[in-house]
C-alpha cells in the first residue's frame, strides 16, 4: 500500500491512531482459551481427515496397501495419534454443540458461559477415556 | 438474552432490499448458515464414525472390507464425508480469511483449500464406493 494515502500531521509524519491491544495484553479466561482450543482443534482435525483419507484408499486398494496403514494405526505411535485424534474430535464437537447454544443466543450469563466452557474440557477428556475404554476393555 | 424484539429504527434500505436479505456483500448469511447446518449433521455422522472406527480396529482385511461395504455404514460414512469435508472448507476459509491478509496469498489460500477438501472427499467417497461395489462383484 503506498503511504502517501495514509493520513498525515502538518509536520508531515504519519498520524500514529491508537490501537487496541491485542491479545497478549489480555488475563486468560476459560472462555478465551476454550474459543482458542475450538480453531486450534477444528485445523487439527481438518489435517487429520487425510488419515481418514489415506484409510479408506488403503481399504480400497487391497490387502496389500492396507495391511501396513492397518498395522501403523495399531501400533503404539498409530493409537497415540488415534487416541490424540479422538479427544480433539470429540473436543471440537463440544466445543461446537456450545457455540450453537450461544448462536441462539442462550448461556451467555457469566456464570453459565464459564461453567460451559469448562465442561467442554472436562467432557470431551471424559468422553474419549470413555470411548477407548469400550473400544479396548469391553468389546 | 435472546432479543426477538422487533427492528423499528428508520432506516435507508430498500424493501426490495431488506426482503433479499443479502446486506452490503450480496452473499447474505448463507455460507454462515449451511456451516451451522453442516455443524450439527456432523454431530451424530461423527459419533458413527466413531463407532465404526472403533469396530474396524484390529480386524483383518477381509472383515474390515466386508463392514464397509454394508449399506448402512457405507450410507453413514458417505454422509459424514460430505457433511465433514463442507463444513471443514467453511471452517479453514475462515481461518484464512482472519489471517491472510496479502490479498493474492489470500485467494491462493482460499483456492488451495477449496482443493484439499475436494481431494479428501473425493478420494474417500471413491474409496467407499469401490469397497461396496467389489463386495457385490
Same mark, same amino acid.
Given at each position: 500500500?503506498?503511504?502517501?494515502?495514509?493520513?498525515?500531521?502538518?509536520?508531515?509524519?504519519?498520524?500514529?491512531?491508537?490501537?487496541?491491544?491485542?491479545?497478549?495484553?489480555?488475563?486468560?479466561?476459560?472462555?478465551?482459551?476454550?474459543?482458542?482450543?475450538?480453531?486450534?482443534?477444528?485445523? =487439527?482435525?481438518?489435517?487429520?481427515? =487425510?488419515?481418514?483419507?489415506?484409510?479408506?484408499?488403503?481399504?480400497?486398494?487391497?490387502?496389500?496397501?492396507?495391511?501396513?496403514?492397518?498395522?501403523?494405526?495399531?501400533?503404539?505411535?498409530?493409537?497415540?495419534?488415534?487416541?490424540?485424534?479422538?479427544?480433539?474430535?470429540?473436543?471440537?464437537?463440544?466445543?461446537?454443540?456450545?457455540?450453537?447454544?450461544?448462536?441462539?443466543?442462550?448461556?451467555?450469563?457469566?456464570?453459565?458461559?464459564?461453567?460451559?466452557?469448562?465442561?467442554?474440557?472436562?467432557?470431551?477428556? =471424559?468422553?474419549? #477415556?470413555?470411548?477407548?475404554? #469400550?473400544?479396548?476393555?469391553?468389546? | 438474552?435472546?432479543?426477538?424484539?422487533?427492528?423499528?429504527?428508520?432506516?435507508?434500505? /430498500?424493501?426490495?432490499?431488506? &426482503?433479499?436479505?443479502?446486506?452490503?456483500? *450480496?452473499?447474505?448469511?448463507?455460507?454462515?448458515?449451511? *456451516?451451522?447446518?453442516?455443524?450439527?449433521?456432523?454431530?451424530?455422522?461423527?459419533?458413527?464414525? &466413531?463407532?465404526?472406527?472403533?469396530?474396524?480396529?484390529?480386524?483383518?482385511?477381509?472383515?474390515?472390507?466386508?463392514?464397509?461395504?454394508?449399506?448402512?455404514?457405507?450410507?453413514?460414512?458417505?454422509?459424514?464425508?460430505?457433511?465433514?469435508?463442507?463444513?471443514?472448507?467453511?471452517?479453514?476459509?475462515?481461518?484464512?480469511?482472519?489471517?491472510?491478509?496479502?490479498?493474492?496469498?489470500?485467494?491462493?489460500?482460499?483456492?488451495?483449500? /477449496?482443493?484439499?477438501?475436494?481431494?479428501?472427499?473425493?478420494?474417500?467417497?471413491?474409496?467407499? &464406493?469401490?469397497?461396496?461395489?467389489?463386495?457385490?462383484?
Amino acid at each position: 500500500m503506498a503511504d502517501t494515502a495514509r493520513p498525515q500531521n502538518p509536520a508531515g509524519r504519519p498520524v500514529v491512531r491508537p490501537l487496541s491491544p491485542h491479545l497478549q495484553i489480555y488475563r486468560w479466561t476459560w472462555t478465551m482459551a476454550m474459543s482458542v482450543a475450538h480453531r486450534i482443534t477444528g485445523v =487439527a482435525l481438518y489435517g487429520g481427515t =487425510a488419515l481418514l483419507a489415506l484409510w479408506l484408499v488403503a481399504l480400497a486398494a487391497g490387502p496389500g496397501a492396507y495391511g501396513p496403514v492397518a498395522w501403523f494405526f495399531g501400533s503404539l505411535l498409530g493409537r497415540l495419534i488415534l487416541f490424540v485424534y479422538t479427544w480433539i474430535l470429540l473436543h471440537h464437537m463440544l466445543g461446537g454443540i456450545r457455540h450453537l447454544v450461544w448462536d441462539f443466543g442462550h448461556g451467555m450469563e457469566p456464570g453459565t458461559r464459564i461453567a460451559m466452557a469448562r465442561y467442554t474440557l472436562i467432557g470431551s477428556a =471424559a468422553l474419549t #477415556v470413555l470411548i477407548w475404554f #469400550v473400544a479396548l476393555v469391553a468389546r | 438474552m435472546v432479543d426477538n424484539r422487533p427492528d423499528i429504527r428508520p432506516s435507508i434500505r /430498500t424493501a426490495r432490499a431488506r &426482503v433479499s436479505g443479502l446486506g452490503a456483500a *450480496h452473499h447474505g448469511t448463507r455460507e454462515w448458515w449451511l *456451516h451451522r447446518v453442516t455443524a450439527v449433521s456432523n454431530v451424530p455422522l461423527v459419533l458413527a464414525f &466413531v463407532v465404526i472406527v472403533a469396530l474396524m480396529a484390529g480386524r483383518p482385511y477381509p472383515e474390515a472390507a466386508a463392514l464397509v461395504s454394508h449399506p448402512l455404514v457405507a450410507i453413514l460414512l458417505i454422509l459424514g464425508v460430505l457433511s465433514v469435508t463442507n463444513h471443514m472448507r467453511m471452517g479453514l476459509q475462515i481461518v484464512i480469511e482472519d489471517y491472510v491478509h496479502d490479498k493474492g496469498l489470500k485467494i491462493a489460500a482460499v483456492i488451495a483449500n /477449496t482443493f484439499y477438501c475436494v481431494v479428501v472427499a473425493v478420494a474417500c467417497l471413491y474409496a467407499i &464406493v469401490r469397497v461396496s461395489l467389489r463386495a457385490l462383484a
